[in-house]
């Protein structure tokens, strides 16, 4: 059983008993947080595809924790000008634990 959610702008594939990284949420570790804007949904054998959205369809899942990912490093540079900028980002996250699929 999966399903394609949407979760700031992107879409991802979840499943049952399954660790994913989505953008920072403002929930508290341990708190149950649902995404509604469920695309597909595969259950045994029977797929479901909304138009846009699977009406009635929810993902629930349990905030595990933040945090921040590897770091990204953006230089630029112009050859023989002495131009360079050194920018660095580390985007944040959260950690949720999916727990069940409601179709």
Do not use: W
């Not at 509604?36 to 909304?50: I, K, Y």
């Not at 230089?75 to 959260?94: D, I, L, S």
């Amino acid at each position: 059983m999966y399903a394609i959610i949407e979760t700031s702008g992107r879409q991802m594939r979840v499943s049952p008993d399954e660790h994913v990284r989505v953008d920072r949420l403002d929930a508290e570790v341990g708190s149950t947080v649902s995404f509604d804007r469920v695309f597909a949904v595969r259950n045994n054998g029977d797929f479901l595809l909304g138009s846009p959205t699977v009406e009635g369809a929810k993902v629930t899942g349990t905030v595990i924790g933040h945090g921040k990912c590897d770091k990204v490093v953006v230089y630029k540079f112009k050859r023989r000008k002495f131009y360079r900028r050194k920018r660095g980002h580390r985007q944040p996250f959260t950690e949720v634990k999916i727990s069940e699929i409601v179709v």
